[in-house]
């Protein structure tokens, strides 16, 4: 397992956080929601995946219960980013290992990361 997943429906962002996660080292694989999600992480076989629910907490929690049911991806670690009220509920109760609970700097996402792969001695690079 390597790199990380990075599922984030607003494009801009989606660009902003891969570039830097790219820069600090962190091999990324983009993927928005209207895309199959699970499917890239089956495929990829991530050490981290990030999960931006502020869109849509109901798919983003999900896809996270469906990443937690996959004998193949259960363990990996979930960083979720949740900026609005009533978004981190339902991301932390779907097994998400953290969530952001502002709108990251692409270095705080950074940091999110690395703590994730510490924690769960993941190599994501």
Known sequence: MTGVLLV???ESLRRLYADQLSADGFPTE???FKCDAMGAARRQRPAVVVVDATL???EAAAFIRALRKDLDLAAVPVVGIA???GCVTPVLDA???CCLRHLPSPDALVKAVRW???VYH???A
């Open 116 to 118: 994730a792969t510490s």
């Open 8 to 10: 984030q429906p607003n």
């Open 30 to 32: 983009e993927v928005s």
């Open 83 to 85: 900026y609005l009220p």
């Open 95 to 97: 097994g998400a290992t």
């Open 122 to 124: 993941c190599d994501a």
């Open 56 to 58: 849509d907490p109901g």
